[in-house]
């Protein structure tokens, strides 16, 4: 089963294989260019095609690996089904990318694509088992299986298959596709072999590749004479994630839901397709069984191009897919406009006399990214159920939430509806907010004005001194000290008297009101009190008042006696 559906387009990576050795000595010429810094490269003089990645001449095997795969192998884990094909010209270095070829004398910086997926997933595997210790949870199950098929002379044929005669391939295969209900393709008859460590995967992959149909010819000394598609199945079953209890609602609901350590399975597969090359018989010199060969070769790319034109033209969206013209087409439907995230990645060679293959694969290569996957996750049918059932506990506990704070109510009819209080209150809220800034904004410049105000006054007070005589430093900065206190307690008392105004006015509302409940005794013994008390507020800040107004104007006799101290000074 799956979840919900999500678009998500194919991927396309070019790359450029460096000139060989026997190209060098006919004087083949280099005929393509990557634009420094772009994903973009240049055929001939005018021809510019821009993909999603490109890697050029000296492009290393991990660079390719970390851009195009890693991402796809971590998506396995949340449950996305992924594949990775590569396409291109006979002797372009398609096997080689994918790491098919299994040479001897390969070097580890040299592997490729599916050797580094499998070290990759089973060092993931152990990782996430070992995090779910740590975090006291039990760790997940994997089950890891593998597929090996081969698409020779249009018939599927089982590399896994120790009992197959090697003479026996040209027979008709007991291999049959189908489509299960959600549209998913899978085969019957097919060998699947469980492996639990990288050693057996890598092993499995070593024993199908050495069976696989290869041949010599003109263009490449070994060169493969089928598609080859390498499936690896993953099953996990693991916890469930945890339930998000945003604003503390109901923590001991989510806790206990947790506590339950409740259970999913996913399930992910991952297709690595090597195509067998595009070839013209012209070139490879193909006769017989060869020449029989590269036409079925070709034919089941031309299916596969017509499939790629079908879903990557927007004016062809309407018609129908021809996914049934070719098992090639039909093992990668899925792949293509399917439940898959794909990456395609287009082999091409440098040299000149290639120049037509290059670009046709060029071309095949840009029309494959207008198409658009349906990429869903895996999912048995509880676990989906299990998750339904969380996203509405969630649901439920934010509704909760919205009745508790007043958000939602119920009137007398039995309608549910937003409370209009909630909304003004929101209101109120931002409008309070707003008039916070505003008084914080309007406090900082009334200390500026006092500050510069202070300045001023000292300045003019300096300039009087010094025309009467020299000034003097001490007496400068003790009247500067002695204006900015005065200035402080100017405020404080504008400050007081506009307290006392409000505290006149409300003696006054609330006397006018003492008529109106005069013969209630509780509620104007209350009003007298509060009277009187308001009354001995008003005479504390009358006191206040007072002795402000007599310390400014003892300070503003002390400045006048040290002015005329000072001016009687410098007439001595």
Known sequence: MTGAQDENAVRVALRIRPQLAKEKIEGCHICTSVTPGEPQVVLGKDKAFTFDYVFDIDSRQEELYMDCTEKLIEGCFEGYNATVFAYGQTGSGKTYTMGTGFDVNISEEEQGIIPRAVQHLFRRIEEKKRAALEQGLPPPEFKVNAQFLELYNEEVLDLFDTTRDVDARNKKSNIRIHEDSAGGI????????????????????????????????????????????????????????????????????????????????????????????????????????????????????????????????????????????????????????????????????????????????????????????????????????????????????????????????????????????????????????????????????????????????????????????????????????????????????????????????????????????????????SLIAAEKETNEIIDLAKKDLENLKKIEKKKKKSVVKEENADSEKKKK
Not at 263 to 277: I, N, Q, S
Not at 390 to 397: K, T
């Open 186 to 525: 899978y085969t019957v008859g097919v060998t699947t072999r469980n492996v639990s460590s990288e050693t057996e995967m890598i092993q499995c992959l070593k024993i199908g590749a050495l069976s696989r149909t290869t041949a010599s010819t003109q263009m490449n000394v070994q060169s493969s004479r089928s598609h080859a598609i390498f499936t690896i199945h993953l099953c996990q079953n693991r916890v469930c994630p945890k339930i998000d209890t945003e604003n503390d609602l109901d923590n001991r609901m989510a806790s206990e839901l947790n506590q339950m350590n409740e259970f999913e399975t996913l399930t992910a597969k991952f297709h690595f397709v090597d195509l067998a090359g595009s070839e013209r018989l012209k070139r490879t010199g193909a006769t017989g069984e060869r020449a029989k060969e590269g036409i079925s070769i070709n034919c089941g790319l031309l299916a596969l191009g017509n499939v790629i034109s079908a879903l990557g033209d927007k004016s062809k969206k309407a018609t129908h897919v021809p996914y049934r013209d070719s098992k090639l087409t039909r093992l990668l439907q899925d792949s293509l406009g399917g439940n898959s995230q794909t990456f395609m990645i287009a082999c091409v060679s440098p040299s000149d006399r290639d120049f037509m293959e290059t670009l046709n694969t060029l071309k095949y290569a840009n029309r494959a990214r207008n198409i658009k996957n349906k990429v869903m996750v895996n999912q048995d049918r509880t676990s989906q159920q299990i998750n339904a059932l969380r996203n509405e506990i969630a649901r439920l506990q934010m509704e909760l939430m919205e009745y508790k704070t007043g958000k939602r109510i119920i009137d007398e009819e039995g309608v549910e509806g937003i409370n209009d209080m909630f909304h003004e209150n929101a209101m109120l809220q931002t409008e309070n907010n707003n008039l916070r800034m505003r008084i914080k904004a309007m406090q900082e410049t009334i200390d500026a004005l006092r500050s510069r105000t202070t300045q001023l006054i000292s300045d003019q007070a300096n300039q009087v001194i010094s025309r009467a005589g020299d000034g003097n430093e001490e007496i400068s900065n003790m009247i500067h000290n002695y204006i900015k206190e005065i200035e402080d307690l100017r405020v404080k008392l504008l400050e007081s008297e506009a307290i006392n105004e409000n505290l006149r006015k409300s003696l006054s509302r609330a006397s006018s009101r003492s008529s109106y409940f005069a013969g209630h005794t509780p509620f104007s013994s």
